[in-house]
């Protein structure tokens, strides 16, 4: 029977309901050449409003969470099934429906029969402060900016989305302007399934124009303005400047959620893949983060010059100023012009706290993780730190700035870390000797660095330690940390003057160089005898009998039928989406076949 929505206007008050047929032209049709691979058993398939709400199948129905969801309606608005979040209307919600391919925007838009051309149109219709819903036709292109509204509750947000029967996104083509222009009071939002692209700042392309650009979004919550529960899924932003979120109140309840981040630069300022500020309750999960932050290399010699897109020391894939409560949790940070995840607090004491990153791949740019950095403004900047489970390899493989540096992770003025079971891997170009895994600085204070495993990185200074005075150290713990240098002759740990306020427990350690250069205290090598002496560490120094160590992203790509190589995984993985998701390249997955191949046999 055919599904159709029908809509009467009795003043300000809608009624709707739903009433059976079965040939709607908005149901997905079995055996449909668009929709393939789906279990017609499943309630997001069927045909059926299963939930009542007048919205049917996948197609069209935000409740479903993919083709091959079995579960129509039942959850929450907010709610995460298969890994995306639920979007369900409320009683009053309008939706408006958008199709730049057979609309008219002298259509009502109230059906995907009826759309409306433009979002503008649309959105002159959609209410602020309401649960409306405007929702884009799927592989339609816009040449518009999405200039967005806020929603009325939590459970009720506005929502931007798509409908129909591709799988595609649509694609807002926005040139030099904005994807999302700036928004200076915002609440209860989600933008789900929309690509943004600054297509004239491809220069790849014949669409290339100029070099000018805008933000991909643009949230600044402006003082006494709400700036709350906004949610960005399942979107891609593409060659644009910037993505900002900061206030002069601290935005709340951000979610960041399994987008497509890449190829941001600027030529006159400096750009990031996300530049996030004073913000409070942050997620950032499952995102890919690539390329941004420059267009080209830097042409040497080196000076922070942005002509032409360079990159720079400046810009970065993540960029986070005094973050609270912030997660960071399976996703992609790859290629950056210069630091995957870039962490700085100027205020104090606790001027950043409670940031997590969890489960996270790094690959390639120069620097992995600076959790500090910039000139030391205060003590203990870093309140309650935990990075875990994360793999970075290949830091520094396409130089960027031209500087030759593959630094893992930094840590530099922390009070209170927990730095476990990462894997810091693959790092063999004999031009690159500025390498370190972990390195702490600043004035830091318990942090605890336990389970780490850090393999073939060529260097020219010590993998592991610090590089400043142990005074302004105190209660640094380096425990069960497996240290192999198995085809390079590094220095496994070093530290400017002596071991003083740290402690080390059972750590193990590996280096064809003679045992007398493993480890150095300023200038001069020790031996792993004088190093037990000063220590007591209780180490190991055999080689472990890794599983399977030679793991590369390369090896990866063959064990899932892709090219063979680093670039051929990040183009593989930057084509996710929620109606093209591919479990191989969900982070998770990956980071636990690296693991699972430095097991210990």
């Not at 890919?288 to 922070?304: C, M, R």
């Amino acid at each position: 029977m055919k599904k159709q929505k029908i809509t009467i206007l009795i003043g300000v008050f809608i009624l709707a309901w739903s009433c059976s047929h079965d040939d709607s032209p908005n149901a997905p049709k079995k055996n449909d050449p668009k929709v393939d691979s789906i279990n017609s058993e499943c309630e997001c398939n069927d045909g059926i409003d299963n939930d009542g709400d007048g919205l049917v199948d996948w197609s069209n129905d935000l409740g479903c969470t993919g083709i091959d969801d079995c579960t129509e309606g039942g959850l929450a608005t907010g709610s995460l099934e298969n890994g995306w979040t639920v979007i369900e209307p409320a009683s009053d919600t309008r939706i408006y429906y958008v199709s730049s391919s057979v609309g008219d925007d002298q259509n009502d838009g109230e059906s995907p029969v009826t759309p409306k051309k433009t979002i503008a149109s649309a959105m002159a219709l959609a209410r602020d402060n309401s649960s409306d819903w405007v929702l884009l036709k799927r592989g339609d292109v816009f040449n518009e900016s999405l200039v967005i509204k806020s929603g009325a509750l939590t459970n009720e947000p506005f929502v931007v989305a798509s409908y129909g029967d591709s799988k595609e996104r649509p694609l807002l083509k926005t040139g030099a302007n904005p994807g999302i222009p700036q928004v200076l009071s915002f609440q209860n939002i989600i933008v789900s399934g929309i690509a943004f692209y600054a297509h004239t700042r491809n220069p790849q392309t014949n669409e290339f124009v100029s070099y000018s650009g805008s933000p991909g979004f643009y949230f600044f919550r402006k003082a006494d303005n709400p700036g709350n529960n906004l949610t960005i899924e399942d979107c891609a932003f593409d060659f644009y400047e910037n993505n900002i979120v900061q206030g002069e109140q601290p935005p709340q309840n951000i979610s960041i959620r399994r987008n497509i981040i890449t190829n941001n630069y600027s030529d006159n300022a400096h750009s990031q893949g996300i530049y996030m500020a004073f913000c409070e309750s942050v997620l950032i999960e499952g995102n890919v983060f690539d390329h941004n932050g420059w267009l080209v290399q830097a042409i040497p010699p080196f000076n922070n010059a942005e002509a032409g897109g360079q990159a720079t020391f400046f810009n970065h894939n993540f960029y986070g100023t005094s973050l609270h409560n912030a997660t960071f949790k399976g996703n992609v940070f790859s290629r950056g012009s210069s630091i995957g995840t870039k962490f700085t607090a100027d205020n104090g004491p606790g001027s950043a706290s409670a940031i997590t990153l969890e489960d996270n791949l790094y690959v390639d740019g120069e620097i992995g993780i600076s959790m500090g950095g910039n000139d030391p403004i205060a003590s203990y900047r870093f309140k309650d730190i935990g990075i875990v489970n994360n793999v970075m390899l290949n830091i520094g493989r396409s130089k960027p700035t031209t500087r030759g540096l593959a630094w893992y992770l930094d840590i530099d003025d922390w009070d209170t870390g927990n730095v476990a079971n990462n894997l810091f891997l693959n790092q063999p170009d004999a031009q690159i000797g500025n390498t370190f895994a972990i390195r702490v600085s600043g004035v830091s204070k318990d942090v605890t660095i336990q389970d780490n495993t850090i393999y073939n990185l060529r260097s020219g200074l010590p993998l592991l330690g610090s590089i400043d005075s142990n005074s302004d150290k105190s209660n640094i713990l380096f425990k069960k940390n497996t240290v192999v240098a198995s085809n390079f002759n590094a220095v496994l740990m070093g530290f400017p003057t002596n071991v003083s306020n740290y402690t080390f427990s059972r750590n193990s350690y590996y280096s064809p160089l003679t045992t007398d250069k493993w480890f150095q205290i300023g200038t001069t090598y020790a031996s792993l005898a004088t190093w037990e002496n000063l220590t007591n560490d209780g180490a190991s120094s055999t080689l472990p009998a890794f599983n399977s160590p030679d793991r590369t992203l390369e090896v990866y790509q063959t064990s899932v039928g892709g090219s063979a190589s680093i670039d051929g995984f990040i183009m593989a993985i930057m084509k996710q989406s929620k109606f093209n998701w591919n479990t191989d390249y969900d982070v998770p997955t990956i980071n636990t076949w690296f693991r699972e191949g430095f097991k210990v046999n």
